[in-house]
């Protein structure tokens, strides 16, 4: 009687999952379905390099479908078909590296395991395969050594791969067949017709360029430290202006830098890759992002510890935080300024320091306030001493933060000028502000033209020559007229 209750609860169970498992089904589908469009929304570039791809086996594959194209190369047309498989890349400095190690490295394979295997016929049967094979051991080492060198692991580690694959194929194969320039002619040609068509594609179908990719992850990165600065701020001194919930989420943006380390050295080198395109020139110096990235993450660590004290418990005096607020919102705030304007000269590629050394100056001035203001708070007590030490350490992490943005100044400084950056033009004294000025010193009566040549002789008049340093299309509206001006003085 137990055993019969047991089934039917299984046999119900059983119709029960039956029963909902279309649903479950078009549950799942419709939530993958959302999760790829999700993806592909992200970044719709994915979306069209997996088509770039499409269309390059697509014109590949002619080489079988056409039947000339067929007869000449047989069927070694299957590795025009795997170079693309292999070569195809995201951006166009991978494709670009990839494509270019494959073809000199199957080229240069390809002629020495050709005549290792001629040299190798003039031993005999016996000595051919013996000097083949200290061929294949020679180099087959020599070239997985090389990989260890951290310059060549770095652009050419693909190149070395496909060198060892390729002479060991060529020399291996070539011992058991007369036509070896021909299956070598084969190979190499199709290699070189399916490396072509990935490179052209990737580059003049809506073309994906890592330098751009970098350039514009590091400008985005030094607006995160900004806004982190900004909400560290809002944080540790809360207004009513922003909550809490706005401001934290602020101060998290930093984390992202701290492990964007080898994306960064990635489309570093295959940026150099790439050819010149846009505002980058051909020999772009794409390894001095490396260097503004590096001291960006390392503003960024001391934001990780600067974020361990606004997310403790301490409790600091209110009189200490009182005395030394002022200062460290003022550092803050202009150092946040001093990075968004960092971040827009490197997105415009223009030069803007008069703007970005006035920030820092004020933050420097605010430092020294700060140090000012730490000097009259001493504590009386060694219990006193013990509370104010977190409020010193915050306010010692922030000048060093301070310190870093004026080593990222300087460096993008140093950037701009090999990037070949333009100059903001920035006036220093606006013709409106001079000619206030001016009306302001007494009364000026201008000589007009229908007056008398001696009338003009005899009073005293000047000659003003106004030299402008705004762009030609500005000036010349400014200038017009005004450059040499006789004024009668009274």
Known sequence: MEMDLNAQVKKAGFFQRLKEFPSKLKDGVTKRIKNVQKFGKDDPRRIIHSLKVGLSLTLVSMLYYVRPLYNSFGVSGMWAI???????EFTVGGTLSKGLNRGFATLIAGALGVGAVHLARF?????EPIVLGIFVFSLG???????FFPRIKQRY?????????TFSMVAVSGYRTDEILVMAYQRL????????ICILVSIFVFPVWAGEDLHKMVANNIIKLANSLEGFEGEYFP??????????SCVQQYKSILTSKSTEDTLANLARWEPGHGRFRLRHPWTKYLKIAGLVRQCAFHFEILNGYVLSDVKIPQDFISKIQEPCSIMSREACEALKAIAKSIKTMKRDSVCVNAHIENSKN??????????TSSPETEKDLLEII?????ASILIEIVNYVEKISEAVEEFSGLAHFKETLDPKVSPELGQHQLLHRGSVKPVLEGDSEEENNSSPHVVINVHDEQPPTTSEKIVSGVQKTRVGVV
């Open 141 to 147: 080492a020599a070239a997985t050594f090389s990989r």
């Open 123 to 127: 031993c005999g049967d016996k000595g």
């Open 390 to 394: 977190p409020g010193v350490t915050m």
């Open 157 to 165: 580690d693909y190149g070395a791969l496909i060198f060892i694959l």
């Open 366 to 375: 605010a430092i020294q306030n700060l140090r000012i203001a730490l000097k």
């Open 239 to 248: 207004s009513s202006e922003k909550t809490s919930k706005e401001t934290n």
């Open 82 to 88: 795997l170079t693309v498989v292999v070569v195809s």
């Open 189 to 196: 040609s199709t290699i070189l017709i399916g490396g072509t």
